[in-house]
């Protein structure tokens, strides 16, 4: 029996399509002969938490440190079971077995922890999935590799895990248990990648805090020309300038400014080039989380959530979980159908479709450029967009008309620069002229295309004008008006979800250490994109972000933990290292062994060491007393008995309980506060009465499905003697 181990059911889906496998089982398919195909949902093990080991590690003390499992264990997720039971039969049965999970390390891990699990030692082979298209599928069957080729991208898997779990079982026991004895009662999480985007936040924000403004000037003036007038900027000498090119001497700004005013000029240089803009590419899930982020202010979980109910639920999107803008090239053959099935999901957008031309060749087609998943883009299928909510539709808009762009010619400017000299003193004009708009005519305006993050400012250098007169080289010119500007230098604005997205992308611009900036440039930099938005979600949940409109702003909690933790956690140079020696285990040139042995040695000591200093650290005016000092969890007032609450977490989320023995009265949570019971069954303005006995209705949440957030719906406020209830209609643009 041959036997497919797919990542999810959708990938099952469209292996069986192309192997014309059809017969459906209970957690598989097959063609009632030897081919069968069975699916995960992700990771369907999980490790072991300590107290899964042995019941010493239930409570967090400092004598139980450090935890190294000498033999490490995996468990099935309760919502898995009966699925891992389905796979592990059908491994038993089998003779070979192909991975036909993404072709990635996690991918990897996926199947052949399953293997593992079931004991299988048969034959093994790999199926190199990077995209689900038909031709794509076809491909990657006909150039089956050895499993044996592919095994280190398992061993590479296993050595992350492993490694990140020591890292944050070992240092949040640690550091919780030792500022606990300073008094600060609360949970800290730390790891690999949620720390050093910490980090990251704490120290843009001490940098605002700490950045001391400087002045400069800007010299603007009037040119008038025989065929009109435009503006120009001084272009201070290089004596008077700072490294940014802004002129720091105000004394010599007035000077020049008293000298040109109402002189005669002369047109230096005057240049004008032609310019194409290509259109953006399709987005991959960073780039769709910034552009929603900085457009509709969507955070990059709400972003993810509903990208991948238009995956699942919608089949409107292609796959979301990808670091990939680019197409496979066996996929401009299915551009037509997938444009006709958007006019046939939407009429609104047959106009857009009617100027594409899919013969066009786009930068968007190169097989070079693909990872593991392709770029998201529209599915070649009719969507009911009429069950869209408002996010829902503004996502999958974005998504179709970036790919409706690349079948567009570019966008057509002319772009020219004049020099005007007046005496000795150099001014700059420039302009842009639109010739043709291209894919530009998919947007409304540069904000829809490219928006721009909130708190960017508007640079200081050279800002183009529309359009400017024609001149020529040596015409003369008239300095009608002038006008010098006091400015001061700004710094660097609070992260945005956006931008620090963009950071945790590109982290090696912020990496101070030389050795670690080429390794960085050249890996994934912090998490992955599938990873990234529950990093911040998670930071903000457990108390170390707080959101201010658009902004993220680090917490007390946030600065005292960065305080404490050694450069070894919370840099992003850290990072670094850990995945140059993944890469190089993923490649076969590295050893899981050597790699768990030297960070199993490193914690442990780090362990040790702050043991035995921990009652030197705790005391008073010690560093962890210190930098914990003042620094309170947030505290309400219990509803019950008045005693304190203390926001906690559960398995199903957060929620408030009271700190009183006699009380211990829990209440649920809404954006970090408790919800007051009383408050909670009020009924709301406008809402509708129950069908079933008229009283009124209160808006309530349901359970989250796979992959999608919790909906809202209307329950009777008479629950649970009346059990009525009334669907709220989704809403969009």
């Known amino acids: 029996m041959k036997l497919y181990i797919c990542e999810k059911p959708s990938q099952a889906k469209d292996l069986a399509a192309v192997l014309g496998i059809t017969k459906r089982g209970d957690g598989y398919l097959h063609d009632g002969k030897e081919n069968y195909i069975t699916w995960a949902f992700g990771h369907l093990l999980q490790m072991y938490m300590p107290q899964d080991y042995s019941d010493k590690f239930k409570s967090w003390s400092l004598d139980t440190l450090p935890i190294s499992p000498e033999n490490w264990k995996l468990k099935v997720k309760q919502t898995a079971s009966k699925q891992v039971k389905v796979i592990d039969l059908l491994i038993k049965k089998a003779q070979v077995i192909y991975i036909a999970t993404d072709y990635d390390r996690e991918g990897e891990a996926i199947a052949r922890s399953l293997m593992d699990r079931a004991q299988y030692s048969g034959l093994v082979k790999r199926v190199c999935l990077t995209a689900l298209d038909d031709n794509s599928i076809r491909k990657a069957l006909k150039n089956i590799k050895d499993g044996k080729e592919t095994l280190s991208l398992y061993y590479a898997a296993i050595a992350r895990q492993r490694a990140d779990w020591l890292i944050g079982m070992n240092a949040s026991r640690l550091y919780t248990v030792l500022t606990r004895k300073a008094g600060f009662d609360q949970t800290l999480h730390i790891g690999r990648v949620i720390t050093p985007t910490i980090f990251l936040v704490c120290q843009r924000d001490q940098d605002i805090t700490n950045f001391k403004a400087s002045p400069f000037w800007t010299l603007d003036i009037s040119v008038s020309v025989q065929n009109g007038h435009f503006s120009a900027r001084w272009c201070a000498p290089d004596e008077f300038i700072d490294e940014q090119g802004r002129c720091i001497n105000k004394a010599y700004a007035e000077q020049v400014a008293a000298q040109i005013k109402g002189a005669q000029a002369v047109i230096s240089k005057a240049e004008t080039k032609a310019g194409k803009e290509s259109a953006p590419l399709p987005f991959d899930l960073t780039s769709l989380q910034q552009y929603a982020s900085k457009r509709w202010g969507y955070t990059a979980q709400e972003v993810l959530d509903v990208a991948q109910t238009l995956y699942e639920k919608f089949r409107a999107t292609s796959y979301p979980r990808t670091d990939s803008r680019y197409l496979p090239e066996s996929q401009k053959q299915e551009a037509n159908e997938v444009l006709q099935n958007l006019i046939l999901s939407d009429q609104a957008v047959s106009g857009l479709v009617a100027g594409a031309d899919t013969s066009r060749k786009s930068r968007v087609f190169n097989d070079k450029k693909i990872t593991a998943h392709h770029a998201i883009i529209p599915t070649p299928f009719k969507v009911d967009i009429s069950a869209m909510s408002e996010p829902e539709f503004n996502i999958y808009d974005a998504v179709r008309r970036f790919y409706i762009a690349q079948f567009y010619s570019p966008a057509e400017f002319s772009r020219t620069v004049i020099d005007v000299m007046c005496g000795n003193h150099l001014f700059i004009a420039a302009g842009k002229t639109p010739l043709k708009q291209g894919w530009k005519v998919l947007f409304n305006s540069e904000s829809e ?160 060491e702050l043991k035995v200093n921990s009652s030197a650290l705790v005391k008073s005016g010690g560093t962890i007393s210190k930098a914990f000092e003042g620094t309170k969890p947030a505290t309400h007032e219990c509803f019950n008995c008045g005693g304190e609450l203390t926001r906690l977490k559960g398995s199903n989320g957060f929620f408030w309980g009271c700190k009183n023995t006699s009380c211990k009265k829990t209440f649920n949570d809404n954006r970090g506060k408790p919800v007051d019971p009383i408050k909670a069954t009020t009924p709301q303005k406008n809402a509708p009465k129950c069908p079933e006995c008229d009283s009124p209705m209160l808006k309530r949440k349901g359970k989250p499905k796979q992959g999608e957030k919790a909906s809202q719906f209307w329950g009777c406020s008479n629950f649970p003697t009346c059990r009525g209830v009334q669907s709220i209609k989704p809403r969009r643009k």
């Open 449 to 608: 295309s490219s928006p721009q993050d909130e708190g960017t400012e508007a640079g200081e250098g050279l800002a183009e004008q529309d359009k400017l007169p024609r001149v020529n080289q040596g015409e003369p010119a008239l300095i009608s008006n002038l006008s010098i500007g006091s400015k001061v230098t700004r710094p660097s604005p609070h992260f945005t979800e956006s931008s620090l997205l963009a950071a945790m992308e590109n982290i090696s611009r912020f990496v101070t250490e030389e050795k670690f900036k080429k390794i960085l440039a050249e890996t994934a930099g912090l998490g992955t994109p599938a990873t990234r938005a529950g990093i911040i979600q998670g930071a903000v949940d457990k108390g170390y972000f707080k959101r201010q409109k658009k902004m993220l702003i680090s917490t007390e909690k946030a600065n005292a933990l960065i305080a404490i933790m050694p450069p070894a956690i919370k840099s992003p140079g850290m990072t670094a290292a850990w995945e140059q020696e993944l890469e190089k285990i993923a490649s076969g040139h590295g050893n899981m062994t050597v790699f768990m042995n030297q960070i199993t040695n490193w914690i442990c000591k780090l362990v040790e």
